[in-house]
Nanobody, 121 residues
Framework: QVPLVDFAGGSAQSAGSPRLSCPHSGHTVNTACMAWFRHAPGKGREGLASIHISGGTRYADSVKGRFTISQDNTKNAMYLQMNSLKPEDTAMYYC???????????????WGRGTQVTVSS
């Protein structure tokens, strides 16, 4: 099966409160959920937030109230608005797509290339 999702890697806007973007090729039944993960040096990959094509969202406690996941299905794009950043948010951030919306790595089959976010104290 040819994957119908192509992540361009993502980019960040605004140094103070960056918004990560993740363009893609569109949803399929196997990519009904999209999510953001991050990987900090010395730590495992952490699921941060997920969003279903219907709009339902899920957040990890570490980012709840600070980060907001959203999507624009007319533009085939997903976003992560990051506010109140802390130095411990420094990590490589990845977007991912899969069939289930849990914040578990194995739920996602398609991954972006990653975008580095560095927060200085």
């Amino acid at each position: 099966q040819v994957p119908l999702v192509d992540f361009a890697g993502g980019s960040a806007q605004s140094a103070g409160s960056p918004r990560l973007s993740c363009p893609h090729s569109g949803h399929t039944v196997n990519t009904a959920c999209m999510a953001w993960f991050r990987h900090a040096p010395g730590k495992g990959r952490e699921g941060l937030a997920s969003i279903h094509i219907s709009g339902g969202t899920r957040y990890a406690d570490s980012v709840k109230g600070r980060f907001t996941i959203s999507q624009d299905n007319t533009k085939n794009a997903m976003y992560l608005q990051m506010n109140s950043l802390k130095p411990e948010d420094t990590a490589m951030y990845y977007c991912a797509a899969g069939r289930f919306c849990r914040l578990l790595i194995n739920d996602y089959n398609f991954w972006g290339r990653g975008t580095q976010v560095t927060v200085s104290s």
